[in-house]
């Protein structure tokens, strides 16, 4: 990415940036260690990321945390996963606090433990104020389950008579779904390696700049994301139009 002008546009900042944590296990197993060493030090780049989206003047900022694929993983690795969490909310809400950052879930949060819910609920009720970034954490989520969820409540208002299915549009699902009032991601990244989206903001990403890097999770940091917040700035993005429409705009 070798740019001529290096200096962040403030007028193309993205609104939301979405990140797909990926290869904490495997950068772990390269080092010879166990899968949750590389978990312990994703912290790291959360918390990085976190100051770099909010130093740049990001709006919105999701981190996918765990699917509701990933409950299928070794017990002993989701029991970990979950202290890890917990303990991850009790030593970063205090830098959360200083530099004025909402914290968000979403997902469905009745599968996780009773624990896990009340620490992070208790960090989005402490952090409800603060006027900066909002950073949303993705725990027990999966977008086919997102929009089945969304379908339900879709249906149960048709139902009971209080939505005329003919009068739905796209906009009636965005407001459907977990968080229809955040807007939908402008840039995709997936760490590890692998080039797919594994099931995660599947409406919300429809015209979202998708960036999958070599680089594992541990290993990311803020400069990564500034160099490809870069990227996206040069990017054309048409929804549809010729370039010359949107370049005529």
């Not at 870069?230 to 949107?246: A, I, N, P, S």
Request: proline share 4%.
């Amino acid at each position: 990415m070798d740019y001529t002008e290096r200096v962040l546009n403030p007028a193309k900042l993205p609104k939301h940036v979405a990140i797909i944590m990926d290869g904490n296990g495997r950068w772990a197993q390269q080092q010879g260690r166990e899968r949750t060493y590389g978990h312990k030090h994703g912290v790291e780049a959360v918390r990085s990321v976190i100051e770099g989206a909010g130093e740049m003047g990001i709006p919105y900022l999701t981190l996918y945390a765990f699917s509701t694929e990933n409950w299928n993983r070794p017990r002993e690795e989701v029991e970990m996963l979950m202290g890890l969490l917990v303990q991850a909310i009790h030593n970063e809400l205090d830098g959360l606090m200083k530099n004025h950052v909402r914290l968000q879930v979403t997902g469905r949060l009745g599968d996780l433990p009773d624990n896990s819910r009340a620490v992070l609920q208790d960090a989005i009720d402490r952090t409800a104020g603060n006027d900066g970034l909002t950073v949303v954490l993705a725990l027990s989520y999966s977008g086919r389950a997102e929009l089945v969820d969304m379908a339900r409540k879709v249906a149960r208002e048709a139902a009971s008579g209080t939505l005329d299915p003919e009068t739905v549009t796209t906009e009636t699902v965005q407001q459907h779904l977990y968080h229809g009032e955040i807007p939908d991601p402008d840039i995709l990244i997936r760490t590890g390696g692998d080039c797919r989206v594994s099931n995660f903001l599947l409406w919300q990403i429809a015209y979202a700049e998708l960036f999958f890097v070599p680089t594992m999770w541990p290993d990311f940091r803020k400069e990564d994301l500034r160099e490809i917040v870069l990227d996206f700035q040069h990017r054309e993005r048409r929804y549809g139009k010729t370039g010359e429409q949107v370049r005529e705009q």
